[in-house]
């Protein structure tokens, strides 16, 4: 089982950048799914993004063009460019592997990392 850490978090204004780091302790090559996922205060978790081996990504209506997803196999890394941030995205910010199943992500409950909190100020 790979453990999945979370990392680049931090406080920034609205309309500023961050970029969020999930590093793997072992290879996510033959992994198919890597994915964020998010949870506000009171809100449920939501998936933010996610991206195949293969390349192919899918983003949450709300965050589409403005982050992106990818991930470097050979350094067992996922990451998240956030830009033109809003307050509403601030959240603890997770990575996992979901599983892909017609289309659609299911997280994997022994997947979960520490998370880190993203907060916007506006």
């Known amino acids: 089982q790979v453990q999945l850490v979370e990392s680049g978090g931090g406080l920034v204004q609205a309309g500023g950048s961050l970029r969020l780091s999930c590093a793997a302790s072992?290879?996510?090559?033959?992994?198919?799914?890597m994915g964020w996922y998010r949870q506000a205060p009171g809100k449920q978790r939501e998936l933010v993004a996610a991206?195949?081996?293969?390349?192919?990504?899918n983003y949450a209506d709300s965050v589409k063009g403005r982050f992106t997803i990818s991930r470097d196999n050979a350094k067992n890394t996922v990451y998240l460019q956030m830009n033109s941030l809003k307050p509403e995205d601030t959240a603890v910010y997770y990575c996992?592997?979901?599983?892909?199943?017609?289309?659609?992500?299911?997280?994997?409950?022994?997947?979960w990392g520490q998370g880190t909190q993203v907060t916007v100020s506006s």
């Open positions: 991206i195949t081996s293969g390349g192919s990504t």
């Open positions: 996992n592997a979901p599983r892909l199943r017609g289309g659609s992500y299911y997280p994997r409950p022994d997947y």
């Open positions: 072992g290879s996510i090559f033959s992994i198919n799914a």
